[in-house]
């Protein structure tokens, strides 16, 4: 018995939030003892292989196929249904991407199962714990089918801490080659999205400064933009700062925005909605500024600081420039 944990390409490396989900894969297999092995895809996926070799002491899978470049969910989906009974793994991990949502379900329906998305934690048993109504409510799935359970991992759930560079030959490598037909890909991919330039990938950032309404009107923000700059911070925004045109909505931090999980999250002037929340909970540690003691955003910080943000924001920037003299 093993667990599988299919990785998303981008830009020729592997995702960041494919290594959460292995993250994931890996906290998974402790509990259940047992090996996991990280599945990479594509026509020649040996780059990718090497690189997740480098951090995984454990087996890497290429399937490699022709038809598996550029990416369809026809492929995909009878590719992976083709590796996964072959391998029979008890369960299948997936980073809750784009991707992975457009094919999953078509996956889980020829394997006969439910694909349990979105998940936020996992519990004894296993559990798996998803959130409704935009995390007002925890549901907590346990899996009860007879072929392999198949998961997706919500970004930021995970912490993506790196396993250690492994020794040359520490990790089996081995392809996997899916039996697949032209007339069976019934999509043409055309031209791939590209955004803007500007665009910002907040669940890469190790450092973020986030600020929400409490910073009262546009003119502020510049206040803590210079924090963010001493901290070599990333800046968001709650989603009233982002409605109001203030920021761009690439900045949003919250259930429908970036959801993100940096070494250091500074909320300033933010509440703690729970919208808000169920985005950057997954921070390894949050400090918020907020004048209210009730705020709930002080429920999940690991430090908080009471007081006027136009008084604490000035004062820690110019300890933060002091400090790095």
């Not at 047992?34 to 890497?60: C, D, K, N």
């Not at 330039?197 to 009107?217: M, P």
């Not at 921070?283 to 002080?298: G, L, T, Y």
């Amino acid at each position: 018995m093993s667990i599988l944990v299919v990785l998303e390409e981008r830009d020729g490396r592997v995702s960041h939030i494919s290594w959460e989900a292995f993250a994931a894969a890996r906290f998974l297999g402790a509990a259940l003892s047992q090996p996991v092995a990280a599945v990479v895809m594509g026509a020649q996926t040996e780059s990718l292989a090497a690189e997740v070799a480098a951090q995984h002491p454990g087996r890497v899978i290429r399937l490699e196929h022709a038809l598996l470049k550029p990416y369809t969910p026809d492929g995909f989906t009878l590719a992976l249904e083709q590796l996964i009974k072959s391998e029979s793994p008890t369960h299948v991990l997936f980073p809750h991407s784009y991707q992975v949502r457009d094919f999953a379900p078509a996956l889980a329906t020829r394997l006969g199962e439910v694909l349990i998305s979105d998940l936020v934690s996992i519990g004894n048993g296993p559990t798996f714990t998803r959130q409704l109504m935009q995390g007002r409510l925890n549901g907590a799935y346990r899996h009860t089918g007879s072929g392999p359970c198949l998961v997706s991992v919500q970004a930021g759930a995970f912490r993506a801490e790196p396993v250690g560079v492994v020794a040359a030959g520490g990790a089996f490598i081995s392809t996997f080659q899916p039996t697949l037909e032209a007339a069976q890909i019934r999509t043409r991919a055309g031209e791939p999205f590209r955004g803007s330039e500007q665009t910002v990938d907040l669940g890469s950032a190790q450092r973020i400064v986030s600020v929400g309404r409490g910073i009262k009107e546009a003119q502020n923000l510049p206040m803590v933009e210079e924090l963010a700059k001493a901290l070599s911070a990333e800046l968001a925004a709650s989603r009233p700062i982002c409605d109001n045109g203030w920021l761009p909505m690439e900045r949003q931090v919250g259930s429908s925005g970036q959801t993100v999980s940096p070494q250091l999250y500074l909320a300033v002037g933010i509440s703690g909605a729970i919208q808000h929340l169920v985005g950057m909970k997954g921070s390894q540690c949050i400090v918020a500024i907020n004048k209210d003691p009730e705020a709930p955003i002080f429920e999940v910080a690991d430090y908080g600081i009471v007081g006027d943000l136009f008084e604490v924001v000035p004062a820690l920037t110019e300890a933060v420039k002091a400090a790095k003299q």
